[in-house]
DNA sequence: TCTTTACGTAAAGTTTGTTTTACTTTTGAG
DNA sequence: CTCAAAAGTAAAACAAACTTTACGTAAAGA
């Protein structure tokens, strides 16, 4: 899976540390997210896309691997 | 979080079984995710989303105490 | 240059997702 | 009613998410 995280972070104007906050994670958390160390619960894939106003399916994509 | 699997199996007319297959999970992992016993990755979520042809959203829905 | 802010990274530890096996209960068709 | 398919459940084991702490690097401004 990809993800779109850091351009909406850019589009949104936010930090990692600030997208963090706004959802209950830690720093290192969205770090890992952006770096693809690992796959996002549904919870939080929830929350960042109702952060920045937009479909899950537009920030985060299946790849052929998943 | 809640979420819609047991309609959407119904209107697909498929088993649990059957879209553990289809999905690639047991189907524990199934009915666990049904009866509300943990939060499926997102993968597994924009998968089953796939598979039914309808937003993540409108299958998975956060709660107040997520 | 010194400092601050943002990002990258890593190891250890806790929690939670997921599988496997296996057994019980429910439901629907015949 | 009876049998089979589907659903519910549970425990043990393993894999993966996530936290905490902590340190390194690069960029930008005072």
Known sequence: MKNNLKVERAIHNMTQADLAECIGVSRQTINAM?????????????????????PVETIFFLEDDD
């Open 34 to 54: 952006e770096k693809n160390k690992y796959v996002p619960s549904t919870v939080l894939s929830l929350k960042i896309a109702k952060r920045f106003k937009k």
